[in-house]
C-alpha cells in the first residue's frame, strides 16, 4: 500500500540541464497534480492531469512540461533548469469529481539548481 | 475564482493551552474545505475536511474545524495544545466545480513545553 511515490527524493541541477520527475500512484486515482513549494510562498500549482492522456497547465506552468501516458504515472520535466526552479516538488493525487475527498500526496523531491 | 487566506504566519502557544489557526475563504459556490499538516522534511498529511453535513468537523490527532458559512472561515482547533502539534499547517480549498484544490500560504504553529 505505497500510496504515492516520488522519484528521486533529492537531487542537484546544473543551470542548463534536464530532468524528470516521476510521480507514480496505486490507489487508480483519476487526477494527479504537481505543485511547488517555496517558503512563505505555500504551494503552487505546476500542472495537473484529470485523466490518462490529459494534462492542464496551473499557475505556474512555465519551464516546466508534463505527460501521463498511463493513468498510475504523471512526469514533470524540466527542460533547462534554471535557478528560479530551486524548489522541493510535491505529486499529489485523487479521486474524480464523483469521489472526491482530498489530496494523497507524496513526500516530495527536493531540487537544488546551481 | 477560489482563494484562501491564512492571516498569521505564525502562531505561538503554550502547552496544554488551546489554539486556533484561522482560515478564510473565497469561492463561487459552495467549498469544499481541507486542513493539512507538514512536519519537518515530510509531505503533507491530511488532517480533516468539511464537504458537507456538520459544520463542526472532527480530525486526526483531537483537531476540529468549525465551517462558518457567514463568515467564510474554517478555523482549526484544538483545546489542549502538545509539543507535538508543531507543524506547519495548510487551509485549502476547492470550488465543488473546479478540478483542483487552492492551498494558502501556511501557518507555522510552534508550542512552547
Known amino acids: 500500500n505505497a500510496g504515492v511515490t516520488q522519484t528521486p527524493k533529492f537531487r542537484v541541477l546544473k543551470t542548463g540541464q534536464s530532468m524528470t520527475l516521476l510521480c507514480a500512484q496505486d490507489m487508480n486515482h483519476e487526477y494527479m497534480y504537481w505543485y511547488r513549494q517555496d517558503p512563505g510562498m505555500g504551494l503552487r500549482l505546476i500542472h495537473y492531469s484529470v485523466g490518462e492522456g490529459t494534462t492542464a497547465k496551473g499557475k505556474v506552468p512555465d519551464g516546466y512540461n508534463v505527460s501521463r501516458l498511463k493513468k498510475q504515472n504523471f512526469l514533470l520535466g524540466l527542460e533547462s533548469a534554471a535557478p528560479s526552479q530551486t524548489s522541493v516538488y510535491f505529486c499529489a493525487s485523487s479521486y474524480g469529481e464523483e469521489k472526491f475527498y482530498g489530496y494523497t500526496f507524496g513526500s516530495g523531491t527536493r531540487l537544488t539548481v546551481v | 475564482a477560489q482563494s484562501v487566506a491564512q492571516p498569521e504566519d505564525q502562531v505561538n502557544v503554550a502547552e496544554g493551552n488551546p489554539l486556533t489557526v484561522k482560515c478564510t475563504y473565497s469561492?463561487?459556490?459552495?467549498?469544499?474545505l481541507f486542513w493539512y499538516v507538514q512536519y519537518p522534511n515530510r509531505g503533507l498529511q491530511f488532517l480533516l475536511k468539511y464537504i458537507t453535513g456538520d459544520n463542526l468537523v472532527k480530525g486526526s490527532y483531537g483537531f476540529e474545524a468549525e465551517f462558518n458559512k457567514s463568515q467564510t472561515s474554517f478555523h482549526l482547533k484544538k483545546p489542549s495544545a502538545l509539543v507535538s502539534d508543531s507543524a506547519l499547517y495548510f487551509c485549502a480549498v476547492k470550488e465543488s466545480s473546479a478540478s483542483k484544490i487552492i492551498f494558502g500560504s501556511g501557518t507555522r504553529l510552534s508550542i512552547r513545553p
Open positions: 469561492v463561487s459556490g459552495n467549498p469544499y
